[in-house]
């Protein structure tokens, strides 16, 4: 919850209709409202209309690419101090260039994470210290 007592929000751009369930589910369970995105378009519509607390990005989405979505981000002033974790099945060697540099929290491997560590890394970022439950190994 943030200040007002309102859920957290998190928009979720993923172009793999189950996988995007899969998230926007686990995370609803944890008591946040997502929006999910499946190509750059509506991922800009949701992020510039939700202004969300987080947002999940694939890079590799239809009609805007997620790296394209995150430059456009960084370039508006509603996008500026939005935190973004890439979450994409390119190793971070391969993804365009620049990313880091664009303010992202963490760039993660699809084919390496488990959807704990989805719950546990979205927690973390959400959560302050004070209410977040401890991770348990």
Do not use: H
């Not at 960084?74 to 664009?102: C, M, Y």
């Amino acid at each position: 919850m943030d200040q007002s007592g309102s859920p957290k929000k998190i928009v979720i751009v993923e172009d793999n209709p189950s996988l995007s369930d899969i998230y926007k589910t686990r995370l609803e369970l944890l008591g946040y409202t997502c929006f999910a995105a499946t190509d750059g378009i509506a991922a800009l519509y949701f992020i510039q209309q939700e202004l969300p607390d987080l947002v999940l990005l694939d890079l590799m989405v239809p009609d805007i690419s997620g790296d394209q979505v995150l430059s456009i981000m960084r370039k508006s002033d509603w996008g500026k101090q939005i935190p973004v974790v890439i979450i994409s099945n390119l190793n971070e060697s391969e993804a365009p260039t620049g990313l880091r540099d664009l303010g992202i929290v963490n760039y993660l491997v699809k084919a390496n994470l488990s959807d704990d560590q989805i719950d546990q890394l979205v927690n973390s970022i959400l959560k302050p210290a004070d209410e977040a439950e401890p991770l348990v190994a």
